[in-house]
């Protein structure tokens, strides 16, 4: 449920150009001075070419050593693969009825707008490619990944372009997730951008996509989903169905239930998503573009550093939420 009829306000007017510009001086000049080295930062690509063997360093892929060569020498041993520096990412973004909410200034759906925009970028000019499955209702948009900065444009333009949808029952993500299967044959970095407010089932889809490529969930939220401030009379709205109620939030006890639902479902979704085995990037309406970057960049090196720990996994890190709220907007 969220509050009805948020303002006209919350709408974003940008065009995709004004959009990208905007993002270029506010967020990603910002971003160049604080992420350090090359693109592999944030992500690397995968090789399949043996280049060279060396010996085992600190902090080398254990997965990488040759157990031939080690057995035969004596002394642990690395392939060293010629890496594919051209990635190809994919932007599955739900864009059902339950994105147009925001209790502030931005909507859901304007968050994940910008977050493509700036990660979309960043991978582009560094030669990477980038596609997108579009969902409101079904799988209605596809983009095949290319390169360069008119393909992101293109991106932007065709999720701008698209009205709010109507409230036309439960949102089912799992046909996008599938039809990430049938159209992502290559080895790719899959973002799925969604609040995940949608019918049961999509769980197995997820996995199953997480076993062929490398997932990151960009989780969407709103603070006043999780917690319900005492203002009166308030018409309440599911997105999904339009069903509506009236809640007095007076009443304290309301407000405990509500939290503690809201609570439930969150430890839900959490579960749901680790059991996939996908890394989750929480990503609010009130919070920074560069701050969600930077822990996203953090998350996939603390992720790297897991693949060469041989003791027992810790999956704390799975799930990458701000310690504290952002100041609403300061990257916008």
Do not use: C
């Not at 940008?14 to 971003?31: F, G, P, Q, Y």
């Not at 944030?42 to 060396?54: E, P, V």
């Not at 642990?76 to 209790?103: C, K, N």
């Not at 603390?302 to 810790?314: D, F, I, K, V, Y």
């Amino acid at each position: 449920m969220a509050a009805a009829d948020p303002p006209a306000a919350l709408v974003d007017h940008d065009s995709a150009e004004a959009l990208l510009k905007r993002l270029e001086w506010t967020v990603l000049r910002r971003l160049d001075g604080l992420l350090q080295g090359d693109h592999r930062t944030l992500m690397r690509g995968a090789g399949l070419d043996l280049a060279d063997l060396r010996e085992y360093q600190h902090h080398d892929d254990v997965r990488h050593i040759d157990w031939n060569v080690t057995a035969r020498l004596q002394t642990p041993y690395v392939r060293q693969f010629t890496e594919d520096r051209e990635l190809s990412a994919w932007f599955l973004v739900d864009l059902s009825a339950s994105v147009d909410f925001g209790s502030d200034r931005f909507t859901k759906r304007t968050v994940a707008r910008e977050f493509v925009a700036v990660l979309a970028r960043l991978l582009t000019r560094r030669g990477n490619r980038v596609g997108a499955l579009l969902y409101g209702n079904n799988v209605d948009t596809v983009l095949p990944a290319r390169g360069g900065r008119v393909h992101v444009l293109e991106l932007l333009q065709r999720m701008a372009a698209r009205p709010a949808e109507s409230a036309g029952g439960a949102t089912d993500l799992r046909e996008l997730l599938l039809a990430a299967q049938r159209m992502v044959r290559r080895r790719s970095t899959l973002f799925i951008v969604s609040d995940f407010v949608s019918a049961p089932g999509w769980e197995l889809a997820l996995g199953q996509l997480a076993q062929r490529h490398e997932v990151t969930a960009v989780r969407l939220f709103d603070p006043l989903e999780m917690d319900l401030p005492d203002i009166g009379l308030v018409t309440m709205k599911d997105a999904e169905t339009g069903e509506q109620i009236v809640v007095d939030t007076h009443n304290r006890r309301f407000r405990e239930r509500f939290a503690a639902a809201a609570e439930k479902r969150e430890t839900l979704l959490r579960e749901a998503l680790a059991r996939a085995g996908v890394d989750t990037l929480e990503l609010g309406t009130d919070d920074d573009l560069v701050d969600a970057v930077l822990r996203f960049a953090d998350l996939k090196k603390q992720r790297s550093r897991l693949a060469n720990w041989t003791g027992p996994t810790n999956r704390s890190i799975a799930h990458v939420r701000p310690v504290a709220p952002a100041t609403p907007g300061s990257s916008r």
